[in-house]
């Protein structure tokens, strides 16, 4: 079945929920540990992002064009170009790096779960392809994750439409430079630049390799990736989102801790849901007794 046939019998629905920072309002957050199972709370940063993250974001490039003559090796220790996944299909692309100890594995998580609702075969209809920033980073560590997620996934049969590369820097920055993906090297635990502070993003690409949308955080709505594809599959390119970040940071050796700057927008973002969910149902019930007295007033007029 075709991605515009999906688009005939109909969307695979489901609520997305966010996780954010906005990156022009002031930060009041505790930062916490983002290790599954292992959170906590870290220290109060102020009302200022903290200055690695002022240079790192999401800039985004619509209708750019990735850079498909970049070398890269994939999962299974073959040199391959970027251009290798593109011109029948459109893709998924996601950057992180394996060994990331907080967001990248939420971001991914985010992905596969919202990918599981949509009624699309990868390798058929699409292409997953995730590309590590860490040119330390070997094919093992690639195939060993791309293991984990396509189990995840459910449905090994697909595992052709799921590449997951490494590459050195000269590649990484020209895909990276071409997404508007901004990313710094930060000292790890034991000191060395051994981490990256990073914002969160997916991006769905045309098959000719041309950015068509982004979206933004480690949730996705399966309906906007559906839709998304559904238009980069006809070369359509999409509109700028609302730039919310999610940032992955750096571990502190002063508090023994990883910092991750979203931990507590989260109950802020739940509390605002609330509160607009609870203003929409009041005006819809307002409009309904509205309704009522018209009908009313027609009828016995």
């Not at 969160?200 to 933004?216: D, E, F, N, R």
């Not at 002063?254 to 203003?279: C, D, E, P, Y």
Request: proline share 6%.
């Amino acid at each position: 079945m075709s991605i515009r046939s999906v688009l005939r019998t109909g969307l695979a629905v489901a609520a997305g929920a966010l996780l954010l920072v906005p990156v022009t309002a002031s930060v009041r957050v505790a930062a916490q540990v983002a290790a599954y199972g292992e959170k906590q709370a870290g220290e109060n940063q102020g009302d200022q992002l903290p200055k690695v993250l002022q240079q790192v974001g999401i800039a985004q490039h619509l209708n750019g064009q990735l850079p498909l003559d970049a070398p890269f090796v994939d999962d299974l220790n073959h040199p391959v170009h970027l251009g290798d996944y593109f011109g029948k299909h459109p893709a998924v692309l996601a950057i992180v790096y394996y060994n990331c100890p907080m967001l990248c594995s939420e971001e991914l998580d985010g992905l596969t779960s919202s990918l599981e609702m949509v009624h699309l075969t990868p390798g058929k209809d699409f292409d997953i392809v995730v590309v590590s920033i860490d040119p330390s980073e070997t094919p093992e560590m690639a195939a060993h994750y791309k293991a984990r997620y396509i189990k995840r996934y459910g449905k090994p049969e697909t595992a052709a439409g799921w590449h997951f590369l490494t590459g050195q820097k000269p590649a990484i920055d020209a895909l990276t430079s071409a997404v508007g993906f901004g990313y710094m090297r930060v000292p790890g635990p034991d000191g060395t630049l051994s981490q990256f502070a990073h914002a969160s993003a997916i991006q769905i690409v045309t098959p000719q390799g041309k950015l068509a949308q982004y979206y933004l955080g480690v949730e996705y709505s399966p309906k906007d990736i559906l839709l998304g594809l559904i238009d980069a599959s006809g070369n359509k390119i999409g509109s700028p989102v609302a730039n919310i970040l999610t940032y992955c940071y750096h571990y502190d050796p002063q508090t023994n801790k990883h910092s991750l700057i979203v931990a507590r927008v989260v109950q802020f973002g739940g509390m605002v849901t609330l509160a607009g969910l609870g203003g929409f149902m009041f005006l819809m019930f307002r409009q309904d007794l509205k309704l009522g007295r018209d009908h009313d007033l027609i009828k016995n007029g």
